[in-house]
């Protein structure tokens, strides 16, 4: 009713990491039902292993979502080789495609442009959304991945203006939760 572009449900604001599984799956279950394909529907996923990764995407398969919005949380320090084995094989089973969630003040992976390029130029990763609160970095991570083909969206309302000025494609806010007009107006200023 107020104009979102779209439809993010179990993201970080969504508090992901506190329901069950079934829950999870009640989630969007009825997300995809009230969005009936009128807008495109994005669920949060974040787990330590790809084994409950691997679940949740043969789950997902029961309902229609447009993309996945995959964290990888981490406990143990990862080597960056192995999270991009871990994004190529969720990539490979993934239902649909997926969105990389750069938040490295959550999970603890922070990557330099170039080694997220590499992850951003895998087959099935069709986005990205970055909660970093980097303008450069933005700008470097752009330059990795044709702008044509990939969807970078901000993770805060106050960086939306600086993301499509760089080519970005708007923004996936928890304050559209309980102000979307804001944000949609906000986003429909910045295209202007």
Do not use: W
């Amino acid at each position: 009713a107020c104009g979102c572009q779209g439809l993010v449900v179990l993201g970080s604001g969504g508090e992901f990491p506190y329901f069950t599984l079934e829950e999870k799956h009640a989630i969007i279950a009825s997300a995809s039902k009230a969005c009936a394909g009128r807008v495109p529907l994005v669920a949060g996923c974040g787990f330590y292993s790809l084994q409950e990764t691997c679940d949740f995407f043969i789950a997902c398969k029961r309902f229609h979502l447009d993309a996945l919005l995959v964290a990888l949380p981490t406990y143990f320090p990862l080597k960056f080789d192995d999270v991009l084995a871990y994004y190529k094989e969720i990539c490979r089973i993934a239902p649909c495609p997926i969105l990389y969630y750069h938040f490295p003040q959550m999970t603890s992976l922070f990557f330099s442009p170039e080694q997220l390029g590499r992850i951003l130029r895998i087959d099935g990763i069709a986005g990205m959304k970055v909660s970093a609160f980097c303008l450069r970095e933005m700008r470097q991570l752009l330059k990795q991945v044709p702008v044509e083909t990939f969807n970078l969206f901000a993770g805060v309302g106050f960086l939306l203006r600086h993301t499509i000025a760089m080519g970005g494609h708007g923004v996936i806010d928890p304050v559209a939760s309980f102000a979307p007009r804001l944000v949609v107006e906000a986003y429909h200023a910045c295209k202007n």
